[in-house]
Structure formats: structure tokens, C-alpha cells
């Protein structure tokens, strides 16, 4: 069982930056692929950026390519989501996700731990 607890959410003018962070429980985080995901009101929850156990792979969503930034610290059972120049369309809930499985995923459906989510907001 793992335990994922959000924070670093916020209210930031476009163009602003971010970092949120994924406290995660357990002793096992090591073994956890690890994603970001962020639900817009009237939206579906959709992939935002993901890592694999090592830190050796990232995926992006194409919108977020170049601007946004994973990573994780297994020491601090912690992973991080760098965002820059924010939007407006980047306003939405984000959540972190974990995975028990060493390939990292943009699939919703595969992973096994969800976090509560915190809010970010960027105004235009």
C-alpha cells in the first residue's frame, strides 16, 4: 500500500512557476513508476508527465513538453513536478499517481495509487 500526499499548488500570474510535490509512504518507492495527471472543471483527468523507477525515463504530454519538468528523489520518497511559464490552460487539479512496475506509462487506468490532488492556478 502507498499513500501519496500532494502539496506546492497555488495561485500564479501566466507565465509563473511552480513546483509541486508527491511525499509518497512506504518503503518500496523505488519500485513505483510515478505520473502527474491534472483534471480541468468539465474535463477528464489527462496525462501530464511521468518517470520511471530510476529516473531514467520521462514521458510528456505534448503541451506541457519544454515547459514542465518531473523528477524524484528516492531518498526523500518524494517526486517533483518543475512547471514554467505557466498558462491559463494549465488551471486544473493535478494529481499524483504510482505504479508497482519498473516502465513508465501515460495510461490513466495503469496506475495503482492516486493522491488527493492540489489545486494550481494560472491567470491570465
Known amino acids: 500500500q502507498v499513500q501519496l500526499v500532494e502539496s506546492g499548488g497555488g495561485l500564479v500570474q501566466a507565465g509563473g512557476s511552480l513546483r509541486l510535490s508527491c511525499a509518497a509512504s512506504?518503503?518500496?518507492?523505488?519500485?513505483?513508476?510515478m505520473g502527474w495527471f491534472r483534471q480541468a472543471p468539465g474535463k477528464e483527468r489527462e496525462f501530464v508527465a511521468a518517470?520511471?523507477?530510476?529516473?531514467?525515463?520521462?514521458l510528456y504530454a505534448d503541451s506541457v513538453k519544454g515547459r514542465f519538468t518531473i523528477s524524484r528523489d528516492n531518498a526523500k520518497n518524494t517526486v517533483y513536478l518543475q512547471m514554467n511559464s505557466l498558462k491559463p490552460e494549465d488551471t486544473a487539479v493535478y494529481y499524483c499517481?504510482?505504479?508497482?512496475?519498473?516502465?513508465?506509462?501515460?495510461?490513466?487506468?495503469?496506475?495503482?495509487?492516486w493522491g488527493q490532488g492540489t489545486q494550481v492556478t494560472a491567470s491570465s
Open positions: 518517470i520511471s523507477w530510476s529516473g531514467g525515463t520521462t
Open positions: 512506504g518503503r518500496t518507492f523505488s519500485w513505483y513508476a
Open positions: 499517481a504510482a505504479r508497482k512496475a519498473m516502465v513508465v506509462t501515460t495510461a490513466r487506468g495503469e496506475y495503482d495509487y
